[in-house]
């Protein structure tokens, strides 16, 4: 493990790892003192994180590009930024209902580093050029590299091998002018200040990271026609409580009756989106497949189009 002078130094100018003037007595705190602190050091993530939706957007759009295209979005970080990377990743296909390779979160140290620390596993930076190989990565898919500091090495090589291929790269982190951001096409950087507890960057930082992240998979879904309004209408429902959110999703865009909401559904095979426009329109289930294919699966066009 490198301790020497240089890292120590970079790590003293990181803003990340500064001390916080707000916490230097939190040990001498009450309990509820301690979280009246915490709360309200986290009440300043978002607004770090509206300075940078420009970027987020330019993101947006790489991914919906990739998409149309074939491509993919991929998440690569270690520790707290992997997790989080690959627990969005892994939220995308019960709530979209799309395939588990779309959106890819890939963490270093492999699955075990889910659940037990794997801190050494961020020092390879070949290891992430391994990983992105593993899963043939082309110049289609949008890598997005995550990591507070800006400097893990798993994450620079990750970049790196994404730009030799032609993918669009994406830097995640909460420290400005970071090497991460110097590799990427798109630098998305806010920037939270020093933590509670000095370099606990699962704290601020790592909430920065969650809210940025699902803000890049929502967006990136809705403008690909994965929902209508504001409802999830391509939601698999592979469990009871999802089957009734399914349910109260198609009473919810056309008025229908519970009963009404049911027996649709199980004329399409629970596909929401398809029983909202069969229940709107009076289409069969054959015809409104086609109407929704005309319609590049927009369901709001698809029922625009079948009454104008």
Not at 19 to 26: A, F, K, S, W, Y
Not at 244 to 255: C, E, Q, S
Not at 257 to 283: F, H, P, S, W, Y
Request: charged content about 20%; overall charge negative.
């Amino acid at each position: 493990m490198d301790t020497s002078a240089d890292l120590m130094s970079e790590l003293e100018r990181m803003v990340s790892e500064g001390r916080n003037p707000h916490t230097m007595g939190i040990d001498l705190m009450s309990a509820l003192d301690i979280l009246r602190t915490i709360n309200s050091e986290d009440a300043s993530v978002p607004t770090a994180v509206k300075k940078v939706i420009p970027e987020i957007a330019r993101t947006v759009d790489a991914t919906v590009k990739a998409f149309n295209s074939g491509g993919r979005l991929v998440y690569i970080g270690a520790g707290t930024s992997g997790r989080l990377g690959v627990l969005d990743a892994s939220e995308c296909p019960p709530t979209f209902g799309v395939s588990y390779d779309m959106v890819v979160g890939i963490i270093a140290g492999g699955f075990d580093a889910l659940v037990r620390a794997s801190e050494g596993a961020e020092d390879r930076a070949d290891d992430g050029v391994a990983d992105l190989r593993a899963i043939t990565l082309t110049d289609k898919d949008v890598v997005v590299g995550i990591a507070v500091s800006g400097r893990t090495p798993y994450v620079i090589g990750a970049l790196n091998y994404a730009r030799s291929v032609g993918a669009v790269t994406v830097s995640l982190c909460c420290n400005p002018d970071s090497p991460i951001s110097k590799i990427a096409d798109i630098a998305i950087s806010p920037v939270v200040g020093p933590e509670v507890l000095t370099g606990s960057t699962r704290m601020k930082s790592g909430t920065a990271q969650k809210l940025v992240l699902n803000m890049i998979s929502t967006a990136s879904m809705i403008r690909i026609g994965k929902t209508y309004q504001n409802l999830m209408v391509d939601l698999h429902a592979s469990n009871e409580k999802l089957l009734a959110r399914a349910v109260l999703i198609v009473m919810r865009a056309t008025g229908c009756t519970t009963e009404e909401a049911r027996q649709v559904l199980a004329l399409t095979d629970n596909d929401a989106k398809l029983a909202i426009l069969v229940q709107t329109t009076g289409m069969d289930t054959t015809a409104a497949r086609k109407a929704l294919d005309s319609a590049d699966g927009f369901l709001r066009r698809a029922i625009e189009a079948s009454i104008s």
